[in-house]
């Protein structure tokens, strides 16, 4: 073999005489599969290239194949010479039923299921990329064209023959198409035809004179006739799509299971089984190849016993049969050989296609006097009738003493009826394979049965019935045996012992009890519905944070009939395994089964399925393993199960499942923020005033340890919203380095009740996210300062713990604190109205403006226009004249104000309009412009005081001003 990643054939005897041939393939690739030109993919196969026939391209001009017969430079320059090892065998087993397709004019054939496809001659069949399956064989006409096109490839199945008749062709459109061809039986190619083709044989490969192929070929026998030739091309091989044909491991061997004892009067069982591994740790299930049975003998007569394959026995008393495998026999099929000699014999099973992957059977002696020990028990047997028991529970057995009495013409068959002692002695033991032989063996009654004949009878079994008993098989462990039985007193059959054999026996762990550990303790086995880890419906106690790793411990136990109510060997739904003993070898099989575990989500329904990961238990000890990195990826409420990996208890057909219910609650890990928006108070001047309201807005994605969205954060399994779970916000300054938090306040009696809470699609979002709205308000403070440009930062807590992540702010140097979401302007603000005087026969414009505290100002801060606010509201309303300011000529009846410059202050500068009191109306009045709190200061100086609106005077019929109003404002500036 050329490639790295050869096949090697390997023949292993095993302790029980079991004989596997098995092609093992470190790498399923294509150019393993077609490494060259021509290859063979069957041990016995033969590569024959004739005179003048040509392998072109070789690689190297060393054909992977056991035996060739080349001729004088058939590799162009050189004669081909063989590798010695086969190419990889591959298989393709789907095939529907579909219509017969009678061809006889040039069309379009599209992919799909069909019967069988015949073509008339001198047309062309064009076949678009995609995969054609025909049920019965292919038959291509004279010089007619299969036309390739649509830039793909095409693959061509057939379960019967493909031919391809004289001058015939298959063509590509372009160079992007492909056509990969597979029959389960042979390929034949009649002269002159022209293929550009992958082509795989299951069977014979016959290639005619003077026709081509351009691609490669395997088949078990591959003929190149006179003048042919193929081309190979790794560039076509790797371009071709053979939708997973060439990554699938063949590994395929065939198992005999007899017991060694068989009476002449009544159909001996006989298991044969196609296994994964050399081992027989798993069976093949999708192996639905052709067995051909033979005794060495060539004695006997085959019948169906619990097989759903097609028999077809041979000639009658030859020892011959064939068996189909179907899907159904999920790689198990358990037939039945009755043969009247009495003599000893042994069975051989070998693939139709492939013979060396076969086996013999131990022998088998033919007895007229046997005792026949049969599994009557009520628990479903295995894959194709193999038995199987389950630890810890009672197993039934009948014993019969069939006799044939050859001194009748014809020999009689009966049960002795008169072998009928009440306590008839025999010694019993059992014969393990080569597995488990730690393991505890199984009783009957009171008896631990001996791995080796005892010297003396060990036992007594009541057949006072008339040549039948019953005993039931008790067992604790796991294990894989035949259960003896040998009565050599010769008191009832005087020339011999009479001796029997059960079929071998299976027995499996009744489930595995799946327990989560907490802190050591094993949570349900201590505290049942009570424990953390268990959480009936939305309202139940957390457990863990979805992704987040948890500790659990499978444990394989024995049967109890309080949890299988309807004794079927299988756990009920609910029963408690918590209390069951183990099943001590499990694990310790010759290749040790493994448990996995899956999960299926309970709540909240329509949810995400979640993942769970760390599922697969290996290495038990004491029938016990244990993983501390399980977790599941969602919000919400599981049940876990666990099953075998393989599927098949020592390749028996039959699982072993565990359940735990209700695991849960899964919560969030964290909440992630995005698409952060702070809308100012002044969205035009893009700052706020200490004490007014701004809303900052925000995405909010709950998430798991990994930084996934857990979409199960719905409905009920929702922990945050303005009724539960808090939000906490907080602000720094970044020029001062000030923590301003304690500052900052909700607008509302709460951050939650200041906050609106949108999730999922109620608010056009998906489910696991939510938008949040809040209107914070950063108070000011007993003096003027700032302004700040401050990082605003969230950490917001649902009712199970979950919160903000990744901590980013740091607001008091204690480490971070919040989330940073963006930062905000505050300005503090106020509004400063001017004195103003005109004639009193004229509307008197008394103006104001807004102004901020800059700390910047020497020496030690003042305030500066506020030209950004254009948002502060006007309106006439908030102006009054002060009572009692009234000086002169002036009362409350002679002014008032009448308008204001406009709505909004322009550029942080306004004016209100005072009506002209009329001639002889001199005097002045105080002005007060009542604004919202956040724009009020201590206008009198007296921090006793609360801040006020601000006030000016307004005169008429003076142009001097008001020495009072000077003043103040020499006091304040």
């Known amino acids: 073999m050329k490639s790295p990643q050869a096949h090697t054939i390997t023949a292993i005897a095993l302790a029980v005489p079991v004989f596997f041939v098995q092609f093992v393939y470190a790498q399923a690739d294509c150019d393993v599969v077609f490494s060259d030109a021509a290859q063979t993919h069957n041990n016995g196969g033969k590569l024959e290239i004739k005179n003048n026939a040509k392998i072109v391209n070789s690689p190297d001009n060393v054909l992977d194949t056991r035996n060739i017969n080349a001729s004088n430079l058939s590799c162009v320059t050189v004669t081909c010479t063989q590798s010695g090892s086969t190419s990889q065998t591959g298989n393709y087993n789907t095939f529907p039923n579909g219509p017969d397709l009678d061809i006889q004019s040039s069309q379009t054939l599209v992919p799909g299921n069909y019967g069988e496809l015949k073509t008339g001659e001198n047309i062309t069949l064009t ?391 907490i802190a050591g303790v094993e949570d349900r086995s201590a505290n049942g519905t009570s424990g953390a880890s268990y959480a009936a419906d939305a309202s139940g106690s957390a457990f863990i944070a979805a992704g987040s790793a948890f500790s659990v411990e499978l444990s394989a136990v024995q049967w109890q009939a309080a949890d299988d109510a309807d004794d079927d060997g299988v756990p009920d739904v609910g029963a408690n395994l918590t209390d069951n003993p183990f099943t001590a070898n499990f694990g310790q099989e010759n290749v040790a089964e493994q448990a996995v575990l899956s999960s299926s989500l309970i709540v909240p329904a329509g949810g995400a399925a979640g993942t769970l990961t760390g599922t697969t238990f290996s290495g038990f000890s004491g029938g016990q393993a244990a993983r501390s990195d399980v977790s599941f990826s969602e919000v919400g409420i599981v049940q876990i199960e666990a099953q075998l990996a393989s599927g098949s208890y020592l390749a028996s057909g039959s699982n072993v499942s565990g359940v735990l219910s209700n695991v849960g609650r899964f919560i969030p890990a964290s909440f992630a923020t995005s698409a952060v928006v702070v809308s100012e108070a002044c969205a035009a001047g893009a700052y706020s005033y200490m004490g007014e309201a701004f809303r900052v807005t925000y995405n909010l994605e709950a998430q798991n340890a990994a930084g996934a969205t857990t979409t199960n954060y719905r409905g009920a399994f929702t922990k945050l919203d303005s009724g539960q779970g808090s939000i906490d916000y907080g602000a720094f300054a970044i020029a001062s380095a000030s923590d301003l938090s304690a500052r900052l306040q909700p607008d509302g009696a709460s951050f939650n009740a200041a906050t609106t809470f949108i999730w999922g699609p109620s608010g056009g979002l998906a489910f696991g996210n939510a938008e949040l709205g809040s209107n914070l308000i950063l108070q000011r403070a007993a003096s003027a300062d700032g302004e700040h440009i401050a990082t605003l930062g969230v950490l917001l807590t649902d009712a199970d713990g979950s919160t903000s992540a990744p901590l980013n702010l740091d607001v008091d140097g204690g480490g971070n604190d919040y989330v940073t979401l963006a930062t905000t302007r505050q300005r503090y603000g106020r509004v400063f109205v001017e004195n103003a005087f005109g004639p009193e026969t004229r509307d008197l414009q008394v103006p104001f403006s807004a102004e901020y505290f800059s700390s910047v100002l020497p020496p030690s801060g003042g305030f500066l226009p506020n030209t950004l606010d254009s948002c502060t509201v006007l309106a006439v309303s908030d102006f009054s004249e002060v009572a009692g300011s009234y000086t002169l000529n002036l009362d409350d009846a002679d002014t008032s104000p009448t308008a204001v410059s406009g709505a909004n202050f322009v550029a942080g500068k306004g004016s209100v309009t005072l009506s002209a009191p009329g001639g002889s109306n001199d005097g002045s009045v105080d002005i007060r412009f009542t604004v919202p709190d956040y724009l009020r200061f201590d206008w009198d100086a007296n921090a006793g005081t609360a801040d006020t609106s601000p006030e000016n005077t307004a005169t008429f019929g003076s142009y001097r001003g008001n020495d009072r109003v000077i003043y103040r404002r020499e006091v304040l500036q």
């Open 127 to 517: 076949l678009q990329p995609g995969d054609y399956t025909f049920r019965k064989k292919v038959e291509v006409g004279k010089n007619t064209t299969l036309r390739l096109q649509g830039g793909g490839t095409a693959r061509i199945y057939s379960r019967e023959d493909f031919l391809f008749k004289e001058d015939s062709a298959l063509i590509m459109a372009s160079s992007t198409d492909r056509a990969f061809l597979y029959t389960r039986k042979k390929i034949e190619i009649d002269k002159r035809v022209d293929l550009t083709a992958v082509l795989y044989s299951r069977q014979d490969f016959k290639l005619g004179e003077n026709a081509s192929v351009f691609g490669s070929v395997s088949g078990r026998d591959v003929t190149m006739e006179t003048g042919s030739n193929i081309t190979y091309d790794g560039s076509l091989i790797s371009a071709t799509d053979f939708n997973g044909f060439c990554n699938q491991v063949s590994s395929v061997f065939v198992d005999i299971l007899v017991s060694t004892s068989a009476s002449t009067c009544v159909p001996h069982d006989v298991t044969v089984r196609i296994c994964a591994d050399v081992a027989c740790s798993s069976l093949n299930s999708a192996y639905t190849g052709i067995v051909n049975l033979s005794t060495s003998t060539s004695n006997g007569d085959w019948s169906e016993s619990l097989a759903d394959g097609i028999l077809v026995p041979g000639a009658a008393d030859s020892g011959a049969a064939t068996f189909q495998f179907e899907s159904g026999n999920a790689g198990s099929a358990t037939l039945q050989l009755a043969n009247t000699r009495a003599e000893q014999l042994t069975i051989t099973a070998t693939d139709s296609v492939d013979n060396s992957i076969t086996d013999t059977s131990d022998t088998i002696t033919f007895s007229d006097n046997a005792l026949v020990i049969e599994d009557i028990d009520s628990l479903t047997e295995g894959a194709g009738g193999s038995d199987v028991s389950v630890a810890g529970r009672p197993h039934r057995y009948r014993v019969e003493f069939y006799r044939r009495d050859t001194s009748q013409v014809p020999a009689n068959c009966a049960v002795a009826s008169n072998y009928n002692n009440a306590a008839q002695p025999l010694k019993a033991w059992i014969t393990r394979n080569t597995q488990l032989a730690a393991a505890v063996d199984p009783q009957i009654g009171v008896l631990t049965l001996p791995e080796t004949q005892p010297a003396a009878s060990n036992i007594t079994l009541d057949f006072s019935s008339g040549g039948s008993a019953f005993f039931d098989l008790q067992t604790t462990d796991v294990g894989q045996y035949a259960i003896e039985l040998l009565d050599d007193s010769r008191v009832f059959a005087s020339n011999a012992d009479v001796a029997g054999s059960s079929n071998q026996l299976t027995v499996r762990p009744f489930g595995f009890d799946i327990d989560i550990e």
